[in-house]
Each structure stands twice: as structure tokens, then as C-alpha cells.
């Protein structure tokens, strides 16, 4: 019986422990996006979307050929991008910027933003999971 309660006292103990420690985000850059494929993308926002977890861009870009597609560029938490001075206001919809990230690997129009660059110049880092993202030089 003593045994027995140590054990349990053992056990209740280190699940307190490993309660305690910090999650890490729920997913990697490396799991759904390419650092071999970045991107440089200039168009028209057309939806900003500051939710949990990730905040989302969405922004008409001008092909090659002509044609208008809608990109949808992942930030960090909506925390995160205001702190950087990223909100609704600073993003109407129809305002152009430029958008510095990596794409999706399944190849879809969406990527993770680094940083957006308004018309003035200002560069804004988006705070989420990709290389540089935070502000900090990555290497």
C-alpha cells in the first residue's frame, strides 16, 4: 500500500511538471511552407483577417499573363501583428503593398508573410512563424 502511494504521489508530481512547461506553436514553418520558394508579391489587399491562431492577408496580385489571383499571406497571432503596428486601419481593403514571404508546398496561392512594405517604404514584420519574421536577423 505504501508503495502504491508513492507511486501515485510520483506520477501526479511529474504530470504537474510537464504541465508546466510551455507549448510550442502547434506547427512548424518547415511543415506546410518552402524557404527554397520565396516570394515577392505586389497587389491590392482585399480582406485582412486579424484571428486566432494565424492572421491572414488577402491580396489581388497581377500575373505574368495578365490575370488577377487572389493571394492569401499567413501572419503571426493577431498579438503579434499589432504590437508590429499591423491593424485593420493601416490595411485598408484596396491599398497596395508588397508582401516578402515563402510559399505554401502544396503549391496553393497562399504563403507565410516575413514582412509588408507599404507605398511609403515602411517595412512591417508580420510576427509569425517564418525565418525573420520576428524582426531578428535569422543565421
Known sequence: M???????????????????????????FAAAFDENRPINLEGKITKVELVNPHSWIWIDVVGHDGKVVNWGIEGGPPTNLLRNGITKNSLPVGSDIKVFGYQAKSGELKGVG????????????????????DGKPTR
Do not use: N, Q
Open 114 to 133: 516575413v514582412f509588408v512594405e507599404y507605398r511609403d517604404g515602411r517595412k512591417v514584420f508580420m510576427g509569425g512563424s517564418a525565418p525573420g519574421a
Open 2 to 28: 505504501r508503495i502504491t502511494v508513492r507511486a501515485f504521489g510520483v506520477v501526479v508530481a511529474l504530470g504537474l511538471l510537464l504541465a508546466a512547461v510551455p507549448v510550442r506553436a502547434h506547427h512548424s
